[in-house]
């Protein structure tokens, strides 16, 4: 990605990027933080590329080093990922050893490190010492999506730059442009800070299929009909086999759940706003304890996926408590 794909979105990162360069003062670690989608490994990427670019006009994103960069064929540009959703001290081992072996090619050396709030608590405390003694010439780039979840003391020896989401209204208009109806792309909007990851979610054809779901429990829940439970085992969306949908569905309820908060407070201002009249003419009929009630037990199973909870048993635990 060239500096123009970032304009738009992370255009003050940029340019404390660019002016540190120019000046020769780039910090020895960096602790990128921000929302997801974001584009923090983008830019980090974007950083390596910007040390080592062959063009006068850097980073070209075209040369052989640019190139090479992109792809994660550089040896001096080193990306750690968590695995099996931790990083482990062994990877940190491994990076402390390519960190202190003579380089293949002239050039600094760029450690990237994703997710380091998922690190191990060892991880962690070998990365502590590894950016309190920095060799000359390298650049250590720790990115998360939850700072609060970082050691005091890492955040400490780091210059943190900070990625602002971009701004709803900004993805509804893009994927608008892109023929995904208003209703769909207010959505879709809340799901994602990524262009490009919300026109894919807002492209597949079970995203509309999910928020009519979510709909029809809602009334539901607000009319005290029927049992949820068979309505979603009834439905053509099947939630219990697919997680990446499942993720979807409770993201999506969280926003209408979270709208009917708003209408419960007398605001208007809602994502849902197809639903308003319906939901001010039913807001009535739940207890504002219910509502929060039902935040909570969608935020807890959210967690709970994350942990590779049995889907099955999360998803019926959570319908039967939503009634």
Known sequence: MLINDFKSTQLKVIKILMNSYNKGRLAHAYLFEGEKGTKKKEIAFYLAKLLYCEDSDKPCGKCNNCLRIEHHNHPNVLLIE??????????????????????????????????????????????????????????????????????????????????????????????????????????????????????????????????????????????????????????????????????????ILLILMGDLKSVDNNNDNIVFDQELIFIKENIHKIKSEKIMFNIDEILKTKINIGYNANTVLLLDHLLINLM
């Open 82 to 251: 968590p695995e099996q959703n931790t990083i482990k001290k062994e990877q940190i081992i491994y990076l402390q050893q390519e960190y202190a072996k003579t380089t293949l090619e002239p050039g600094p050396k760029v450690y990237i490190i994703k997710d380091i709030d998922k690190m191990s608590i060892n991880a962690a405390n070998s990365i502590l010492k590894f950016i309190e003694e920095p060799l000359p010439d390298t650049y250590t780039i720790l990115i998360t999506d939850n700072l609060q979840q970082i050691l005091s003391t890492i955040i400490s020896r780091c210059q943190v730059i900070n990625f602002q989401p971009l701004p709803k209204n900004e993805i509804v208009e893009f994927l608008k442009q892109n023929e995904i109806n208003n209703s769909v792309a207010k959505i879709v909007a809340q799901l994602t800070n990524d262009l490009d990851i919300a026109l894919e979610i807002a492209s597949d054809e079970l995203i509309s299929d999910i928020i009519d779901l979510v709909i029809l429990i809602t009334h539901e829940i607000l009319q005290k009909r029927e049992d949820i439970l068979i309505i979603c085992e009834n439905s053509q969306v099947n939630l219990y086999n697919n997680r990446k949908k499942l993720e979807y569905f409770l993201d």
